[in-house]
């Protein structure tokens, strides 16, 4: 895993990533989808696939929010799991 913590994506990153012939990996690495729950991590790739194929930006704006959500929600859930567990122990 790299210590350092990816630079921050932009509309215009995604946009420039979509053109790659790999660039569904590519989004999805950099949008950090392994951080997500299994859910999370599908729909987001699913999303990351639709705008690979449009190259809207507005799709672009609204994947780089979800994605942001969803791997902050799956991090705070995951918290809050792990501290209820050492209480209880």
Same mark, same amino acid.
Do not use: C, W, Y
């Given at each position: 895993?790299?210590?350092?913590?990816?630079?921050?994506?932009?509309? /215009?990153? #995604?946009?420039?990533?979509?053109?790659?012939?790999?660039?569904?990996? +590519? $989004?999805?690495?950099?949008?950090?989808?392994?951080?997500?729950?299994?859910? !999370?991590? $599908?729909?987001?790739?699913? /999303? &990351?696939?639709?705008? &690979?194929?449009?190259? !809207?930006?507005? #799709?672009?704006?609204? #994947? +780089?929010?979800?994605?942001?959500?969803?791997?902050?929600? !799956?991090? #705070?859930?995951?918290?809050?799991?792990?501290?209820?567990?050492?209480?209880?122990?």
């Amino acid at each position: 895993m790299n210590p350092n913590p990816s630079p921050e994506v932009t509309v /215009e990153t #995604l946009l420039v990533l979509r053109k790659e012939n790999d660039a569904v990996q +590519l $989004i999805t690495e950099r949008l950090r989808v392994k951080e997500m729950g299994p859910a !999370d991590h $599908i729909r987001t790739k699913h /999303e &990351v696939k639709a705008f &690979v194929e449009s190259g !809207d930006a507005n #799709l672009a704006e609204s #994947l +780089l929010k979800s994605a942001t959500e969803r791997r902050t929600v !799956d991090q #705070l859930v995951a918290k809050t799991v792990s501290q209820q567990q050492s209480q209880r122990m």
